[in-house]
């Protein structure tokens, strides 16, 4: 299978962990935003990652996805049996995918730089540099990629700060005596929310092929807050549960055939 993906995109890690959790082999395409999202229009009808190629079957969007997966691929199911289970499933994968993940991906100016103005109103004194300052080019680039949709002023960052941080208030309660968020065992509900949180905190674990000053980093004042800590460490135990390091195969952005090579983590 080929996975159309941004590398940092949450809907592209839900479906690496869907895929990861079935334990199913997959190569990832890097797809250049803009201009590599030619190809993947011509290979889908949208521009949008990700997009999986299974044979002759080529499948946008990650709910879609993670369906078909389901249906094709029965081992290891990813939706509870248990109708009504099922039911808090779908709501839970919606909700993450409709408001959680695009709070989350709202703030992601705050994680690698954001202007000056906009930083000071948001984040307390002391709050370390930026990435962007510590790191570089690159990590903007890789973030720029799943920031489409991101702007407005600090007002806009305030909301969906504030409606993130109470996301993950209820997250810590309901996940305080649970390994899963529905069921025994993971589901499209935990990929969903857990993928929709990347932009909060990049996972300190060598689970994403990004540079390695990335990883625990994320928004001050929520990655590094015990308020919050319980969310960040179930998410881990998640990830030690479903993916293998190194498992997936990658191409680096292109817009013509990919050749494949193996990412280091
Ligand atoms: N509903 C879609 C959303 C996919 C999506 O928004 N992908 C973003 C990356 S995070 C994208 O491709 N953005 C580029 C664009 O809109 O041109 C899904 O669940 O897959």
Not at 59 to 84: F, G, N, V
Not at 124 to 141: F, H, M, R, S, Y
Not at 204 to 223: E, K, N
Request: proline share 9%.
């Amino acid at each position: 299978m080929d996975l159309y993906q941004f590398e940092l995109s949450a809907y592209c890690e839900k479906v690496r962990l869907a895929l990861d959790a079935k334990g199913l082999a997959y190569r990832k395409v890097e797809v250049t935003p803009g201009v590599g999202q030619i190809e993947v229009f011509q290979k889908s009808g949208q521009r949008r990652v990700p997009v999986l190629v299974d044979g002759a079957e080529t499948i946008a969007d990650s709910t879609a996805i993670l369906h078909y997966l389901d249906r094709q691929y029965p081992d290891a199911p990813i939706l509870p049996e248990d109708r009504r289970d099922r039911a808090l499933c779908w709501l839970l994968e919606d909700w993450a995918d409709s408001v959680l993940t695009p709070q989350a991906a709202k703030l992601v100016p705050l994680v690698w730089g954001g202007d000056a103005a906009t930083r000071s109103a948001l984040l307390p004194d002391g709050t370390p540099e930026p990435i962007k300052t510590l790191l570089g080019a690159v990590p903007q680039e890789l973030f720029s990629a799943i920031s489409t949709g991101v702007g407005g002023g600090p007002e806009t960052l305030r909301t969906a700060r504030q409606g993130v941080e109470t996301a993950l208030m209820f997250l810590v309660e309901r996940l305080e005596d649970r390994a899963y968020l529905v069921g025994d065992r993971p589901t499209v509900a935990d990929f969903a929310v857990a993928a929709g949180t990347l932009a909060l905190k990049v996972p300190a674990g060598p689970y994403l092929d990004v540079p390695s000053g990335l990883r625990g980093r994320g928004v001050p004042g929520i990655a590094d807050s015990a308020l919050y800590a319980p969310f960040f460490e179930w998410r881990d135990r998640l990830y030690e549960t479903v993916r293998t390091p190194g498992a997936s195969q990658g191409t680096p952005p292109t817009t013509s055939g990919p050749t494949p090579i193996v990412i280091e983590s």
